[in-house]
């Protein structure tokens, strides 16, 4: 089931639900909009099923705007080097522990508005990630306990800062810059949804540059989020970014960044595309 946050004619924002590329209000609908951890029960989210197919849900007319899933996230958790194909293509060994770092949770960024590419950079890379949004407060999870504690799955576009980065020598400034988090365009929640078996897919001005599935994960989402809990609380609206597969920019030869004027979509099978252009500051 597609959740999204959206606006329409300025009002907003709210929760809606999206279905045939329609979506529905749950502003109006008894109980008003939705916790994350009402969008992570099943039990809500049959009765939701059940309102659909009852005709009980307005229908959202207008200009709909849709929203980053979770607009002020507690913190975003990265994983670095977590596709096989990845490693593979920066000559890498396969890690034996998730490899973590954080991106400020001011780069957070709405589907359809601009990458701001910074003047002070050169390298901006795009990075397609499956995100995960707690629901529920985790801690120290089993592996098989991650999944009640999810709310759902969104797609999130990890732009990198490559100089930042490789100058520093580590990843924080140079994947916190405002802009740098796209999330969206639905979060999806349910049983459907197999996060370790999606394709992913980026593409730069219509040319495909990611193509891979979260089968190539080297940790999956659940071993990923186990291990997280086992340092850090997670609580509800936290998003983990499980990490990018091969193709990204800087590793091409020769390298293929964003510059303003560029598109940018990347894309999760079951969730959507998440679409940005790209400006200059």
Not at 38 to 45: E, K, V
Not at 151 to 170: L, M
Not at 253 to 281: K, S
Request: proline share 7%; aromatic share 8%; charged share 25%.
């Amino acid at each position: 089931m597609q959740f999204v946050r959206y606006t329409v004619a300025g009002t907003g924002p709210e929760w809606g639900v999206r279905a045939d590329e329609q979506v529905y209000s749950l502003a109006d609908w008894p109980g008003s909009d939705p916790t994350l951890a009402d969008i992570g029960s099943a039990g809500y989210r049959r009765r939701v099923r059940e309102a659909l197919e009852t005709g009980s849900l307005t229908a959202v007319d207008g200009d709909v705007s849709l929203l980053a899933p979770v607009e002020a996230p507690g913190k975003i958790v990265c994983a670095g080097l977590n596709y096989r194909d990845h490693a593979e293509e920066q000559d890498e060994e396969i890690p034996e522990k998730p490899l973590l770092f954080s991106k400020a949770a001011t780069s957070v960024t709405n589907p359809g508005d601009p990458i701001v590419h910074p003047a002070d950079l050169d390298d901006v890379d795009y990075e397609v990630e499956l995100g995960v949004v707690i629901g529920q407060t985790a801690s120290s999870l089993d592996p098989d306990e991650v999944r009640d504690h999810v709310a759902g799955y969104t797609v999130i576009n990890d732009v990198s800062g490559r100089d930042a980065q490789f100058d520093d020598g580590q990843f924080f400034r140079g994947k916190s810059y405002d802009t740098f988090s796209p999330m969206g365009p639905t979060l999806v929640a349910g049983g459907g949804f197999d996060p370790n078996g999606v394709d992913v897919a980026c593409r730069l001005n219509g040319e495909t540059k990611q193509s891979s599935n979260t089968e190539q994960f080297i940790f999956d989402v659940d071993e990923l989020i186990a291990y997280i809990s086992d340092a850090m609380t997670l609580r509800p609206g936290d998003v983990i970014s499980t990490g990018t597969p091969g193709g990204v920019g800087i590793f091409r030869d020769p390298p293929e960044l964003m510059e303003p004027g560029d598109t940018v979509e990347v894309e999760i099978e079951g969730i959507g595309v998440l679409e940005n252009p790209v400006v200059g500051e």
